[in-house]
């Protein structure tokens, strides 16, 4: 969120990195990845973080003041979220976990970037045991400067559609990240309270926190899942020109469907991992929802105009916009919200909320992908 006279950067309040200035700097948020890690000889990853940062889209325009209170209400929506949260889930964070950080858009994108190459470091390592003839530096230097301008500029449009995220970190400190702009920028388009709205968005996130802190397997099996299918799915150079070929002839399906171009390439056995982690994210994002909603008007008093203006801005988008959601996946994602809320909510109504908390027992309890749009069969599987 910017104007001539300040820009939003990191919430300092619990980061020992802090600058001097009170904001945090891109650069001193570099996580830490595993010694011998070659991605970054592939890919300039400060390069990403600069082109990310010169072409992201300006936010809401606010002056110093607004800023520095809309940031304080936001950590103030945060810290109000932890109980409500806690007694509607009936899971609670642990004493120590990592608090929420207040950023702009940069600083999104700068902590996505870090965590990018935590997890493409894998699938570098595929791409050159693979390799035949090792390329020049200087060709290695052309090609990290395109490929980390085209991950800024993907990580800039992202930037300014995401609300909050739990941030995974793969070899760092994962957090979770409340975008301040887009808060604001999403409240003053649907006309709503600005004190609710970011209370119900705190209220989604903190669920998130809970989700990956109250569950401590779920992270490490959501991030090796994720590592193991991504390696799979890189072509080896020999692989190139087939997927061009794919491309060419399947993107009117990629099109139609709004599964995103990782599903183009995939194989039968590889499609089915895809199905299985959407069906975790589905469930997380549904629980996510159902909480948010379900803390009710007497912490939140708009909570039902919010949810009704909030489900109409899902499915608006137009033109070019909508072309590039359907081909990054981002249309999925939408129905992720739908199918995982009404499994969530068809579980809860006949079990309970305990009986529903069985999902977070093991990897083995997480809901197949069948079972996102049949609860019963989750129901039958694991209760007996």
């Given at each position: 969120?910017?104007?001539?006279?300040?820009?939003?950067?990191?919430?300092?309040?619990?980061?020992?990195?802090?600058?001097?200035d009170?904001?945090?700097?891109?650069q001193?948020?570099?996580?830490?990845?595993?010694?011998?890690?070659?991605?970054?000889?592939?890919i300039?990853?400060?390069?990403?973080k600069?082109?990310?940062?010169?072409?992201?889209?300006?936010?809401?325009?606010?002056?110093?003041?607004?800023?520095?209170?809309?940031?304080?209400?936001?950590?103030?929506?945060?810290a109000?979220?932890?109980?409500?949260?806690?007694?509607?889930?009936?899971?609670?964070?642990?004493?120590?976990?990592?608090?929420?950080?207040?950023?702009?858009?940069?600083?999104?994108?700068?902590?996505?970037?870090?965590?990018?190459?935590?997890?493409?470091?894998?699938?570098?390592?595929?791409?050159?045991?693979?390799?035949?003839?090792?390329?020049?530096?200087?060709?290695?230097?052309?090609?990290g400067?395109?490929?980390?301008?085209?991950?800024?500029?993907?990580?800039?449009?992202?930037?300014?559609?995401?609300?909050?995220?739990y941030?995974?970190?793969?070899?760092?400190t994962?957090?979770?990240?409340?975008?301040?702009?887009?808060?604001?920028?999403?409240?003053?388009?649907?006309?709503?309270?600005?004190?609710?709205?970011?209370?119900?968005?705190?209220?989604?996130?903190?669920?998130?926190?809970?989700?990956?802190?109250?569950?401590?397997?779920?992270?490490?099996?959501?991030?090796?899942?994720?590592?193991?299918?991504?390696?799979?799915?890189?072509?080896?150079?020999?692989?190139?020109?087939?997927?061009?070929?794919?491309l060419?002839?399947?993107?009117?399906?990629?099109?139609?469907?709004?599964e995103?171009?990782?599903?183009?390439?995939?194989?039968?056995?590889?499609?089915?991992?895809?199905?299985?982690?959407?069906?975790?994210?589905?469930?997380?994002?549904?629980?996510?929802?159902?909480v948010?909603?379900?803390?009710?008007?007497?912490?939140?008093?708009?909570?039902?105009?919010?949810?009704?203006?909030?489900?109409?801005?899902?499915?608006?988008?137009?033109?070019?916009?909508?072309?590039?959601r359907k081909?990054?996946?981002?249309?999925?994602?939408?129905?992720?919200?739908?199918?995982?809320a009404?499994?969530?909510?068809?579980?809860?109504?006949?079990?309970?909320?305990?009986?529903?908390?069985?999902?977070?027992?093991?990897?083995?309890?997480?809901?197949k992908?069948?079972?996102?749009?049949?609860?019963?069969?989750w129901?039958?599987?694991?209760?007996?």
């Open positions: 969120m910017t104007d001539s006279a300040h820009d939003f950067g990191y919430d300092s309040a619990h980061d020992p990195d802090a600058a001097p009170g904001l945090t700097t891109p001193s948020r570099e996580l830490s990845v595993r010694p011998g890690a070659s991605s970054a000889a592939y300039d990853y400060e390069f990403a600069w082109t990310g940062r010169t072409v992201v889209k300006a936010g809401p325009q606010v002056t110093s003041d607004e800023a520095a209170e809309i940031v304080a209400d936001l950590r103030d929506a945060a109000e979220a932890e109980e409500p949260v806690a007694e509607t889930s009936r899971l609670r964070a642990p004493e120590g976990a990592p608090p929420p950080l207040v950023v702009d858009r940069a600083g999104w994108i700068s902590a996505n970037v870090d965590s990018f190459k935590a997890m493409i470091d894998p699938v570098i390592d595929k791409l050159l045991a693979k390799r035949k003839v090792p390329e020049s530096p200087t060709a290695l230097a052309i090609g400067k395109v490929t980390g301008a085209e991950m800024g500029g993907l990580l800039a449009y992202l930037s300014s559609k995401i609300l909050g995220q941030d995974l970190a793969p070899g760092g994962p957090q979770l990240l409340l975008v301040a702009p887009n808060v604001v920028e999403v409240e003053r388009k649907l006309e709503v309270d600005p004190r609710d709205f970011r209370r119900w968005v705190a209220m989604h996130e903190e669920t998130h926190r809970v989700q990956f802190t109250a569950v401590p397997w779920l992270r490490e099996h959501l991030i090796a899942r994720s590592q193991s299918l991504a390696v799979d799915l890189a072509p080896t150079p020999e692989e190139i020109g087939k997927r061009l070929d794919q060419a002839r399947n993107l009117p399906e990629v099109m139609s469907s709004g995103g171009l990782g599903q183009l390439f995939a194989t039968p056995e590889q499609k089915a991992r895809i199905a299985e982690l959407t069906a975790v994210m589905s469930l997380l994002e549904g629980h996510a929802d159902v948010m909603d379900d803390v009710g008007p007497s912490i939140i008093p708009t909570v039902d105009e919010i949810r009704r203006k909030f489900n109409a801005r899902r499915s608006s988008a137009v033109g070019a916009d909508r072309l590039l081909l990054l996946g981002i249309e999925a994602k939408m129905r992720q919200y739908r199918d995982g009404i499994f969530v909510r068809a579980v809860t109504d006949e079990l309970g909320r305990d009986g529903f908390n069985a999902v977070w027992s093991s990897p083995d309890t997480l809901p992908p069948t079972e996102i749009l049949d609860p019963s069969a129901v039958r599987r694991v209760h007996g």
